[in-house]
């Protein structure tokens, strides 16, 4: 079994090589014996190895019509988010299918986007994951 070694900087491993350090890299750099599973990037305090933790998701505040619809069908919702809006009733139901037909972008903070996502049983995080899939479709 080979031994591996990372090269640390600022507590974090910079990279990763089967090369004993010893006598062939620039005595100023770190290397640490790790085992196969560690990776650049990962953290390195008091002797032991940890994975970094994942970057947080960030939410867009705002996707594209087309983006959002692209991901509602991907999701199987884009029927029933159809129907919801064309059974709505008065002003409001109006203002609904405006928005639907013509907005260029959905905000998530549109009061139409909870009232949707809570007919459908959504939670705000689920609703959340929809905007960030939303937002990796190519526009």
Known sequence: MTTM???IENGTVAEITDLDP???????LEWV?????????WKYSDGEF?????????I???????QARLAMLSAG???????????MEGDAGKAARIDWEFAKDVRR?????AELGAQLGMTEDQIDELF????????
Do not use: N
């Not at 010893?22 to 100023?28: A, D, T």
């Not at 014996?33 to 990037?41: H, I, L, N, Y």
């Not at 867009?60 to 087309?66: I, N, T």
């Open 5 to 7: 070694w990372a090269r």
């Open 22 to 28: 010893v006598g062939r890299f620039h005595p100023s």
């Open 33 to 41: 014996e790790c085992g196969a599973g560690v990776s650049a990037g």
């Open 50 to 58: 940890s994975e970094p933790e994942a970057p947080e998701a960030h």
């Open 60 to 66: 867009p505040q705002s996707v594209s019509m087309r």
């Open 77 to 87: 919702i884009l029927d029933a988010v159809e129907s919801m809006i064309a059974a």
């Open 109 to 113: 903070d549109w009061p139409l986007v």
């Open 132 to 139: 960030i899939a939303a937002a990796e479709i190519p526009q």
